[in-house]
Protein backbone atom coordinates (compact mmCIF):
# COMPACT_ATOMS: atom_id res chain seq x y z
CA UNK A 1 0.00 0.00 0.00
CA UNK A 2 1.51 3.04 -1.37
CA UNK A 3 2.02 6.20 1.99
CA UNK A 4 -0.39 8.83 1.36
CA UNK A 5 1.38 12.03 0.65
CA UNK A 6 0.83 15.11 3.06
CA UNK A 7 -0.01 18.38 1.20
CA UNK A 8 1.01 21.87 2.54
CA UNK A 9 -1.27 24.61 0.45
CA UNK A 10 -0.52 28.19 1.13
CA UNK A 11 -3.75 29.91 2.65
CA UNK A 12 -3.02 32.96 0.43
CA UNK A 13 -3.28 32.35 -3.21
CA UNK A 14 -3.83 28.24 -3.13
CA UNK A 15 -0.43 27.10 -4.56
CA UNK A 16 0.73 23.55 -3.29
CA UNK A 17 4.35 22.94 -2.16
CA UNK A 18 6.02 19.15 -0.82
CA UNK A 19 7.28 21.06 2.52
CA UNK A 20 6.66 23.51 4.98
CA UNK A 21 8.38 26.60 4.37
CA UNK A 22 8.26 30.01 6.03
CA UNK A 23 7.86 31.72 2.87
CA UNK A 24 5.90 31.02 -0.08
CA UNK A 25 7.81 31.16 -3.06
CA UNK A 26 4.24 31.76 -5.31
CA UNK A 27 3.33 35.06 -3.73
CA UNK A 28 5.83 36.07 -1.42
CA UNK A 29 3.11 35.59 2.27
CA UNK A 30 5.02 34.88 4.90
CA UNK A 31 3.72 32.09 7.47
CA UNK A 32 0.36 31.25 4.98
CA UNK A 33 1.38 27.38 4.61
CA UNK A 34 -0.54 25.00 6.64
CA UNK A 35 -0.40 21.56 6.13
CA UNK A 36 -3.73 19.30 4.51
CA UNK A 37 -4.74 16.06 5.50
CA UNK A 38 -3.79 13.13 2.59
CA UNK A 39 -6.57 11.91 0.58
CA UNK A 40 -7.34 8.35 1.87
CA UNK A 41 -7.95 5.43 -0.95
CA UNK A 42 -9.40 2.91 1.36
CA UNK A 43 -7.80 -0.41 3.04
CA UNK A 44 -5.37 -1.54 0.65
CA UNK A 45 -7.03 -1.31 -2.39
CA UNK A 46 -6.88 1.78 -5.35
CA UNK A 47 -9.75 3.56 -6.42
CA UNK A 48 -10.03 2.01 -9.80
CA UNK A 49 -9.82 -1.51 -7.99
CA UNK A 50 -12.42 -1.13 -5.64
CA UNK A 51 -16.51 -1.66 -6.61
CA UNK A 52 -18.07 1.57 -7.24
CA UNK A 53 -21.98 1.92 -8.47
CA UNK A 54 -22.32 1.92 -12.04
CA UNK A 55 -23.10 5.23 -13.95
CA UNK A 56 -25.92 5.81 -16.28
CA UNK A 57 -24.72 6.70 -19.71
CA UNK A 58 -27.19 8.60 -22.70
CA UNK A 59 -26.73 9.77 -25.88
CA UNK A 60 -25.40 13.10 -27.20
CA UNK A 61 -28.82 13.70 -28.99
CA UNK A 62 -31.62 14.75 -26.46
CA UNK A 63 -35.14 15.62 -26.78
CA UNK A 64 -35.02 17.78 -23.12
CA UNK A 65 -36.28 20.61 -23.32
CA UNK A 66 -34.32 23.97 -22.21
CA UNK A 67 -33.65 24.66 -18.59
CA UNK A 68 -37.11 26.68 -17.29
CA UNK A 69 -35.60 30.47 -16.70
CA UNK A 70 -36.83 33.23 -14.21
CA UNK A 71 -37.26 36.54 -15.01
CA UNK A 72 -36.19 39.30 -12.76
CA UNK A 73 -37.77 42.11 -13.98
CA UNK A 74 -34.48 43.34 -13.82
CA UNK A 75 -33.50 43.62 -17.81
CA UNK A 76 -29.56 43.94 -16.76
CA UNK A 77 -29.43 41.93 -14.31
CA UNK A 78 -31.06 39.10 -16.11
CA UNK A 79 -29.53 39.85 -19.72
CA UNK A 80 -26.09 38.56 -17.95
CA UNK A 81 -27.09 35.48 -16.44
CA UNK A 82 -28.16 34.68 -20.30
CA UNK A 83 -31.93 35.48 -20.19
CA UNK A 84 -32.93 34.40 -16.67
CA UNK A 85 -32.25 32.82 -13.33
CA UNK A 86 -31.96 28.92 -14.06
CA UNK A 87 -32.96 26.97 -11.15
CA UNK A 88 -30.56 24.45 -9.37
CA UNK A 89 -27.52 27.02 -10.97
CA UNK A 90 -24.63 28.37 -8.53
CA UNK A 91 -23.44 32.02 -9.55
CA UNK A 92 -20.39 33.53 -7.90
CA UNK A 93 -20.03 37.08 -7.60
CA UNK A 94 -16.80 39.01 -7.20
CA UNK A 95 -16.04 42.78 -6.99
CA UNK A 96 -13.73 45.39 -5.25
CA UNK A 97 -15.00 46.28 -1.46
CA UNK A 98 -17.66 48.96 -1.53
CA UNK A 99 -18.03 48.62 -5.05
CA UNK A 100 -22.06 47.44 -5.06
CA UNK A 101 -22.12 43.96 -4.43
CA UNK A 102 -24.37 43.27 -1.65
CA UNK A 103 -26.95 46.30 -3.07
CA UNK A 104 -27.04 44.92 -6.04
CA UNK A 105 -27.92 41.10 -4.70
CA UNK A 106 -30.38 42.69 -2.03
CA UNK A 107 -32.11 44.83 -5.24
CA UNK A 108 -31.83 41.16 -7.33
CA UNK A 109 -33.63 39.00 -4.87
CA UNK A 110 -35.99 41.34 -3.58
CA UNK A 111 -37.19 41.53 -7.22
CA UNK A 112 -37.51 37.65 -7.86
CA UNK A 113 -39.21 37.47 -4.75
CA UNK A 114 -41.72 40.10 -6.01
CA UNK A 115 -42.48 37.57 -9.20
CA UNK A 116 -43.40 34.92 -6.77
CA UNK A 117 -39.97 33.02 -5.91
CA UNK A 118 -39.23 32.31 -2.85
CA UNK A 119 -35.64 34.04 -1.50
CA UNK A 120 -33.35 33.60 1.04
CA UNK A 121 -30.57 36.42 2.05
CA UNK A 122 -28.21 35.37 4.56
CA UNK A 123 -25.43 37.66 5.62
CA UNK A 124 -21.91 36.94 6.88
CA UNK A 125 -21.08 40.11 7.92
CA UNK A 126 -23.57 41.66 8.52
CA UNK A 127 -26.44 41.30 10.76
CA UNK A 128 -29.82 41.29 9.54
CA UNK A 129 -30.79 44.89 11.21
CA UNK A 130 -28.44 46.29 9.02
CA UNK A 131 -29.59 44.48 6.32
CA UNK A 132 -33.45 45.53 6.80
CA UNK A 133 -32.29 49.63 6.95
CA UNK A 134 -30.43 49.16 3.67
CA UNK A 135 -33.88 47.97 2.53
CA UNK A 136 -35.61 50.68 4.01
CA UNK A 137 -33.24 52.98 2.33
CA UNK A 138 -33.86 51.25 -0.59
CA UNK A 139 -37.53 50.93 -0.91
CA UNK A 140 -37.42 47.10 -0.67
CA UNK A 141 -38.87 46.89 2.72
CA UNK A 142 -41.95 45.73 2.12
CA UNK A 143 -40.35 42.73 -0.42
CA UNK A 144 -41.00 39.08 0.43
CA UNK A 145 -37.53 38.34 1.37
CA UNK A 146 -36.66 36.09 4.36
CA UNK A 147 -33.09 37.12 6.19
CA UNK A 148 -30.86 35.00 7.61
CA UNK A 149 -27.21 36.56 9.55
CA UNK A 150 -24.94 33.55 9.66
CA UNK A 151 -21.35 32.10 9.35
CA UNK A 152 -21.73 28.59 10.15
CA UNK A 153 -21.83 26.17 6.68
CA UNK A 154 -23.66 23.24 8.39
CA UNK A 155 -26.44 25.54 9.97
CA UNK A 156 -26.98 27.29 6.46
CA UNK A 157 -27.14 23.95 4.31
CA UNK A 158 -29.74 22.76 7.39
CA UNK A 159 -31.98 26.01 7.00
CA UNK A 160 -31.79 26.34 3.29
CA UNK A 161 -32.57 22.54 3.10
CA UNK A 162 -35.85 22.60 5.05
CA UNK A 163 -36.61 25.94 3.88
CA UNK A 164 -36.68 24.84 0.08
CA UNK A 165 -36.20 28.35 -1.61
CA UNK A 166 -36.21 29.04 -5.13
CA UNK A 167 -32.98 31.71 -5.05
CA UNK A 168 -30.59 31.66 -1.89
CA UNK A 169 -27.66 34.74 -1.57
CA UNK A 170 -24.87 33.65 0.73
CA UNK A 171 -22.52 37.13 1.30
CA UNK A 172 -20.18 36.45 1.40
CA UNK A 173 -18.21 32.67 0.86
CA UNK A 174 -14.67 34.13 2.61
CA UNK A 175 -16.90 34.05 5.62
CA UNK A 176 -18.18 30.91 6.14
CA UNK A 177 -16.65 28.53 8.08
CA UNK A 178 -16.81 24.34 7.92
CA UNK A 179 -16.48 22.70 11.34
CA UNK A 180 -15.10 19.68 9.47
CA UNK A 181 -12.37 21.84 7.96
CA UNK A 182 -9.44 22.93 11.30
CA UNK A 183 -8.71 26.08 9.50
CA UNK A 184 -9.70 30.16 9.51
CA UNK A 185 -12.66 31.37 7.71
CA UNK A 186 -11.26 32.62 4.28
CA UNK A 187 -8.55 29.99 4.05
CA UNK A 188 -8.32 28.17 0.64
CA UNK A 189 -9.41 24.83 2.38
CA UNK A 190 -12.69 26.82 4.06
CA UNK A 191 -13.42 28.41 1.02
CA UNK A 192 -13.14 25.21 -1.16
CA UNK A 193 -15.38 23.35 1.30
CA UNK A 194 -17.83 25.73 1.37
CA UNK A 195 -18.22 26.57 -2.09
CA UNK A 196 -18.14 22.69 -2.88
CA UNK A 197 -21.06 22.25 -0.05
CA UNK A 198 -23.27 24.95 -1.63
CA UNK A 199 -22.79 23.88 -5.15
CA UNK A 200 -23.35 20.25 -4.33
CA UNK A 201 -26.60 21.90 -2.52
CA UNK A 202 -28.05 23.71 -5.11
CA UNK A 203 -27.57 21.05 -7.91
CA UNK A 204 -29.25 17.90 -5.83
CA UNK A 205 -31.94 20.25 -4.65
CA UNK A 206 -32.80 22.62 -7.78
CA UNK A 207 -32.34 25.75 -5.43
CA UNK A 208 -30.36 28.27 -7.38
CA UNK A 209 -27.21 30.13 -5.03
CA UNK A 210 -25.51 33.18 -5.25
CA UNK A 211 -22.37 33.01 -4.07
CA UNK A 212 -20.61 36.53 -3.04
CA UNK A 213 -16.72 36.29 -3.06
CA UNK A 214 -14.31 39.15 -2.04
CA UNK A 215 -11.47 39.86 -4.53
CA UNK A 216 -7.68 40.53 -4.05
CA UNK A 217 -5.84 43.39 -4.79
CA UNK A 218 -4.91 41.99 -8.56
CA UNK A 219 -8.72 42.17 -9.33
CA UNK A 220 -9.30 38.48 -8.94
CA UNK A 221 -12.02 35.96 -6.52
CA UNK A 222 -9.99 35.43 -3.07
CA UNK A 223 -9.39 31.99 -2.60
CA UNK A 224 -8.51 28.90 -4.52
CA UNK A 225 -9.23 29.37 -8.61
CA UNK A 226 -11.31 26.02 -8.46
CA UNK A 227 -14.24 27.97 -6.78
CA UNK A 228 -14.15 29.36 -10.27
CA UNK A 229 -14.79 26.32 -12.04
CA UNK A 230 -17.01 24.83 -9.79
CA UNK A 231 -19.36 27.02 -10.08
CA UNK A 232 -21.70 27.36 -13.41
CA UNK A 233 -21.81 31.21 -13.63
CA UNK A 234 -18.90 34.10 -12.62
CA UNK A 235 -19.57 37.61 -12.51
CA UNK A 236 -17.55 40.18 -11.75
CA UNK A 237 -19.34 43.52 -10.60
CA UNK A 238 -16.46 46.21 -11.57
CA UNK A 239 -16.60 50.25 -11.64
CA UNK A 240 -14.26 52.76 -10.51
CA UNK A 241 -15.29 54.96 -7.42
CA UNK A 242 -15.04 58.16 -8.82
CA UNK A 243 -17.31 57.26 -11.49
CA UNK A 244 -21.25 56.32 -10.73
CA UNK A 245 -21.28 53.70 -13.39
CA UNK A 246 -20.89 50.19 -12.51
CA UNK A 247 -20.46 47.27 -14.87
CA UNK A 248 -21.83 43.59 -14.33
CA UNK A 249 -19.74 41.65 -16.68
CA UNK A 250 -20.17 37.75 -17.12
CA UNK A 251 -16.79 36.14 -17.68
CA UNK A 252 -18.03 32.44 -17.48
CA UNK A 253 -22.00 31.55 -17.88
CA UNK A 254 -22.74 27.96 -19.28
CA UNK A 255 -26.40 28.96 -19.03
CA UNK A 256 -25.66 31.59 -21.74
CA UNK A 257 -23.07 34.20 -23.72
CA UNK A 258 -19.93 34.73 -21.67
CA UNK A 259 -18.73 38.44 -22.12
CA UNK A 260 -22.04 40.18 -21.61
CA UNK A 261 -22.16 42.94 -19.39
CA UNK A 262 -24.67 44.94 -17.63
CA UNK A 263 -24.60 48.61 -16.56
CA UNK A 264 -26.32 50.28 -13.96
CA UNK A 265 -26.09 53.81 -12.00
CA UNK A 266 -25.60 54.08 -8.40
CA UNK A 267 -27.79 56.47 -6.90
CA UNK A 268 -29.08 57.81 -3.77
CA UNK A 269 -32.05 54.80 -4.18
CA UNK A 270 -29.38 52.07 -4.94
CA UNK A 271 -28.45 50.86 -8.54
CA UNK A 272 -30.31 52.30 -11.46
CA UNK A 273 -30.18 50.02 -14.92
CA UNK A 274 -28.89 51.71 -17.94
CA UNK A 275 -30.66 50.80 -20.85
CA UNK A 276 -28.56 52.92 -23.57
CA UNK A 277 -24.95 52.59 -21.90
CA UNK A 278 -23.44 54.15 -25.08
CA UNK A 279 -25.51 57.42 -24.39
CA UNK A 280 -24.67 57.58 -20.81
CA UNK A 281 -20.97 57.12 -21.46
CA UNK A 282 -20.80 59.26 -24.29
CA UNK A 283 -23.08 62.31 -22.38
CA UNK A 284 -20.62 64.34 -21.31
CA UNK A 285 -18.79 64.49 -24.56
CA UNK A 286 -18.63 67.89 -26.04
CA UNK A 287 -16.91 70.09 -28.76
CA UNK A 288 -14.01 68.06 -30.42
CA UNK A 289 -11.03 68.17 -28.50
CA UNK A 290 -7.22 66.94 -29.25
CA UNK A 291 -6.99 63.44 -27.83
CA UNK A 292 -10.36 61.98 -28.62
CA UNK A 293 -11.49 59.30 -29.84
CA UNK A 294 -15.21 57.22 -29.52
CA UNK A 295 -14.38 53.72 -30.51
CA UNK A 296 -17.44 51.31 -31.46
CA UNK A 297 -16.95 48.25 -29.62
CA UNK A 298 -19.15 45.05 -28.56
CA UNK A 299 -19.49 43.70 -24.98
CA UNK A 300 -20.83 40.28 -25.01
CA UNK A 301 -23.68 40.69 -27.85
CA UNK A 302 -23.92 44.46 -27.13
CA UNK A 303 -22.84 47.23 -29.14
CA UNK A 304 -21.35 49.76 -26.46
CA UNK A 305 -19.82 53.37 -27.50
CA UNK A 306 -17.35 54.77 -25.69
CA UNK A 307 -14.66 57.49 -25.85
CA UNK A 308 -10.94 56.87 -25.26
CA UNK A 309 -9.00 59.83 -24.30
CA UNK A 310 -5.34 60.71 -24.49
CA UNK A 311 -2.76 62.90 -23.47
CA UNK A 312 0.74 63.48 -24.77
CA UNK A 313 3.08 65.63 -22.92
CA UNK A 314 6.45 66.72 -23.29
CA UNK A 315 8.53 64.37 -20.49
CA UNK A 316 11.43 65.46 -18.00
CA UNK A 317 11.93 62.23 -17.06
CA UNK A 318 14.82 59.73 -18.32
CA UNK A 319 11.97 56.87 -18.74
CA UNK A 320 8.87 59.04 -19.43
CA UNK A 321 5.47 57.72 -18.00
CA UNK A 322 2.94 55.63 -19.73
CA UNK A 323 -0.59 55.49 -17.62
CA UNK A 324 -3.37 53.59 -18.63
CA UNK A 325 -6.32 53.18 -17.47
CA UNK A 326 -9.33 50.68 -18.47
CA UNK A 327 -7.07 49.96 -21.74
CA UNK A 328 -4.40 46.55 -21.71
CA UNK A 329 -1.45 48.14 -21.21
CA UNK A 330 0.79 45.74 -23.08
CA UNK A 331 -1.26 46.64 -25.68
CA UNK A 332 -1.19 50.02 -25.40
CA UNK A 333 3.04 49.44 -25.24
CA UNK A 334 2.68 47.23 -29.09
CA UNK A 335 0.38 50.70 -30.80
CA UNK A 336 3.23 53.08 -29.96
CA UNK A 337 5.77 50.62 -30.94
CA UNK A 338 3.98 49.71 -34.41
CA UNK A 339 3.60 53.72 -34.42
CA UNK A 340 6.93 54.30 -34.03
CA UNK A 341 8.32 50.81 -36.72
CA UNK A 342 6.00 51.47 -39.34
CA UNK A 343 4.94 55.32 -39.89
CA UNK A 344 8.11 57.10 -38.37
CA UNK A 345 6.24 58.76 -35.47
CA UNK A 346 8.65 58.71 -32.65
CA UNK A 347 7.01 59.17 -28.38
CA UNK A 348 10.24 58.58 -27.14
CA UNK A 349 10.58 61.70 -24.44
CA UNK A 350 6.77 61.91 -24.48
CA UNK A 351 4.31 61.54 -21.03
CA UNK A 352 1.90 58.96 -22.84
CA UNK A 353 -1.67 58.84 -20.91
CA UNK A 354 -4.25 57.21 -21.80
CA UNK A 355 -8.43 56.57 -20.43
CA UNK A 356 -11.48 54.90 -21.23
CA UNK A 357 -14.12 58.04 -20.25
CA UNK A 358 -17.39 56.49 -17.55
CA UNK A 359 -14.90 53.63 -15.93
CA UNK A 360 -15.45 50.96 -18.71
CA UNK A 361 -13.12 48.49 -19.04
CA UNK A 362 -11.93 47.81 -22.98
CA UNK A 363 -10.02 44.77 -23.72
CA UNK A 364 -11.09 43.72 -27.41
CA UNK A 365 -7.96 43.86 -30.53
CA UNK A 366 -10.63 46.19 -32.32
CA UNK A 367 -10.04 49.16 -30.01
CA UNK A 368 -6.70 48.91 -31.47
CA UNK A 369 -7.57 51.78 -33.81
CA UNK A 370 -9.39 54.21 -31.83
CA UNK A 371 -6.39 54.21 -29.52
CA UNK A 372 -3.80 55.10 -32.06
CA UNK A 373 -6.14 57.75 -33.30
CA UNK A 374 -6.41 59.11 -29.96
CA UNK A 375 -3.07 59.20 -29.04
CA UNK A 376 -2.03 60.89 -32.70
CA UNK A 377 -4.52 63.05 -31.83
CA UNK A 378 -3.11 64.33 -28.83
CA UNK A 379 0.33 64.34 -30.44
CA UNK A 380 -0.67 66.41 -33.82
CA UNK A 381 -2.80 68.83 -31.07
CA UNK A 382 -5.77 67.64 -33.91
CA UNK A 383 -9.47 66.99 -33.21
CA UNK A 384 -11.02 64.30 -35.07
CA UNK A 385 -14.61 64.72 -36.57
CA UNK A 386 -17.22 65.32 -33.65
CA UNK A 387 -19.61 62.73 -36.10
CA UNK A 388 -16.23 59.82 -35.96
CA UNK A 389 -16.17 56.65 -34.73
CA UNK A 390 -13.61 54.36 -35.79
CA UNK A 391 -12.42 50.06 -35.00
CA UNK A 392 -10.17 47.79 -35.98
CA UNK A 393 -6.91 45.92 -35.38
CA UNK A 394 -3.21 46.49 -35.59
CA UNK A 395 -1.62 44.21 -36.50
CA UNK A 396 2.41 44.30 -35.64
CA UNK A 397 3.21 45.15 -39.47
CA UNK A 398 0.86 47.97 -39.55
CA UNK A 399 -1.40 46.73 -41.45
CA UNK A 400 -5.77 47.25 -40.45
CA UNK A 401 -7.02 43.79 -39.55
CA UNK A 402 -11.00 43.47 -40.33
CA UNK A 403 -13.15 42.24 -36.93
CA UNK A 404 -16.45 40.73 -36.56
CA UNK A 405 -19.91 42.40 -35.81
CA UNK A 406 -18.93 45.23 -37.99
CA UNK A 407 -22.77 45.92 -39.11
CA UNK A 408 -23.72 45.92 -35.12
CA UNK A 409 -21.07 48.58 -34.59
CA UNK A 410 -22.57 50.36 -37.59
CA UNK A 411 -25.63 50.69 -36.61
CA UNK A 412 -25.11 52.12 -32.65
CA UNK A 413 -23.03 54.47 -33.98
CA UNK A 414 -25.78 55.66 -36.61
CA UNK A 415 -28.35 55.27 -33.82
CA UNK A 416 -26.66 58.10 -31.61
CA UNK A 417 -26.12 60.12 -34.29
CA UNK A 418 -22.81 59.62 -36.10
CA UNK A 419 -22.49 59.71 -39.90
CA UNK A 420 -18.82 58.77 -40.05
CA UNK A 421 -16.80 55.69 -39.63
CA UNK A 422 -13.19 54.67 -40.19
CA UNK A 423 -12.53 50.77 -40.71
CA UNK A 424 -10.10 48.59 -42.43
CA UNK A 425 -10.32 48.08 -45.91
CA UNK A 426 -10.46 44.15 -45.78
CA UNK A 427 -13.79 44.62 -43.45
CA UNK A 428 -16.96 42.74 -44.86
CA UNK A 429 -20.37 44.86 -44.91
CA UNK A 430 -23.60 43.66 -45.68
CA UNK A 431 -24.58 47.19 -45.31
CA UNK A 432 -23.50 50.50 -43.89
CA UNK A 433 -26.65 52.61 -43.75
CA UNK A 434 -25.83 56.49 -44.46
CA UNK A 435 -22.87 56.55 -43.07
CA UNK A 436 -20.26 57.63 -44.92
CA UNK A 437 -17.17 54.98 -44.74
CA UNK A 438 -13.22 55.61 -44.55
CA UNK A 439 -11.77 52.08 -45.60
CA UNK A 440 -7.81 52.53 -44.52
CA UNK A 441 -5.33 49.42 -45.34
CA UNK A 442 -2.75 50.48 -43.17
CA UNK A 443 -1.49 52.76 -40.49
CA UNK A 444 0.55 54.72 -42.53
CA UNK A 445 -2.43 55.53 -44.64
CA UNK A 446 -4.86 56.25 -41.93
CA UNK A 447 -1.88 58.47 -40.40
CA UNK A 448 -1.78 60.39 -43.70
CA UNK A 449 -5.73 60.70 -44.65
CA UNK A 450 -6.40 62.17 -41.69
CA UNK A 451 -4.13 63.43 -39.71
CA UNK A 452 -2.16 64.82 -42.78
CA UNK A 453 1.52 63.02 -42.36
CA UNK A 454 3.13 60.17 -42.55
Not at 35 to 40: C, R
Request: aromatic share 4%; with cysteine.
Amino acid sequence: MAKPVTAFTCTACGASHRKWAGRCETCGEWNSITEEAPLSQGPGRSLGAAKGRRIALGALSSAEAPPARAQSGMAEFDRVLGGGLVGGSAILVGGDPGIGKSTLLLQAASAFARKGLRAVYISGEEASAQIRLRAQRLGLDDAPVQLGAETALRDILTTLDAERPDLAVIDSIQTLWSDQIEAAPGSVGQVRASAHELVTFAKRSGVAVIIVGHVTKDGQIAGPRVVEHMVDTVLYFEGERGHQFRILRSVKNRFGPAAEIGVFEMTGGGLAEVANPSALFLSERGEPVPGSAVFAGIEGTRPVLTEIQALVAPSTLASPRRTVVGLDSGRVSTILAVLEARCAIPFAGLDVFLNVAGGMRVAEPAADLAIAAALLSAREDKALPADCVSFGEISLSGALRPVAQAENRLKEAQKLGFSHAIMPSAQNLDGAGAMRLDRIGDLTGFVGEIFGAG
